[in-house]
């Protein structure tokens, strides 16, 4: 079953093509990876998709059975879309926590309290070694760049959502964390999410094992391969290592 199903979509900024995909799916429970060098209109496509303000597309966009046109943002993050951008926003005076229990609540009959949430979640993330102190932390205020990852990497987990929509999340870290990455995409993968991840890096897409990779290329976003073809990427300048 698709959950994303793009067809001559382009996403516009400033009355400017960006972005454009003729043709475009990610099944439940599929990885697909989205390539190409800097500015060819990967980020675009995604902030289309999700119809982050300023961008404006045309075309077909159909997201969980929906045309997102007619969606608004808060209404797909409700029906389990989770879009983990490049530029973390900070806002004191709300934890991390307090943001995944909100979102928790709007997608659940009869939530457990808070404090029965943050247990079940702290177990959770033990998996992958992250910070669980990260949670009671404003949300994106005075961490690292390698703390605000981590952030990220937690509110997947937490979310466990049916589209995941990842624009580099692999972007200058270590390798614990790119293996970490790597994990969580796995795992998200077999519960059964949807994922169009966006990366430079060769390594993480090896990791991760995508079943499509797709290539962004002067605005044009097309079908590519498959992990087979990862070589003749990188023999490109599409992904490093």
Do not use: W
Not at 85 to 97: A, N, R, T, V, Y
Request: with cysteine; glycine share 10%.
């Amino acid at each position: 079953m698709n959950v994303l199903l793009l067809k001559n979509f382009s996403v516009e900024v400033e009355r400017k093509v960006r972005s454009k995909a003729l043709e475009m799916s990610v099944e439940a429970g599929e990885i697909c990876a989205l390539v190409g060098k800097n500015g060819s209109g990967k980020s675009s496509l995604l902030s289309g998709i999700v119809t982050l303000p300023g961008y404006v597309s045309t075309g077909e966009c159909i997201c969980l059975g929906t045309n997102t046109e007619e969606t608004a943002l808060d209404e797909k993050a409700r029906a389990g879309v989770m879009y983990i951008g490049q530029k973390q926003p900070e806002i004191e005076g709300l934890s991390l926590i307090q943001l995944l229990y909100g979102m928790y609540k709007r997608t659940t009959e009869r939530p457990m309290s808070i404090i029965e949430y943050k247990d079940s979640l702290t177990e959770k993330l033990q998996k992958y070694s992250l910070k669980t102190e990260l949670l009671l932390r404003p949300l994106g205020v005075g961490l690292s760049g390698g703390e605000k990852k981590q952030t990220e990497l937690i509110t997947l987990v937490a979310s466990s959502p049916k589209l995941a929509l990842i624009d580099e999340i692999d972007s200058g870290v270590d390798i614990d964390t790119l293996e970490n990455i790597a994990m969580v995409i796995r795992d998200l993968q077999e519960q059964g999410t949807g994922i169009l991840i966006v990366s430079h890096n060769l390594e993480l897409i090896q990791k991760i094992n995508p079943t499509k990779i797709y290539l962004a290329e002067e605005g044009i976003v097309s079908y590519y391969g498959t992990d087979a073809d990862l070589e003749t990427l990188k023999e490109n300048g599409f992904v490093s290592e």
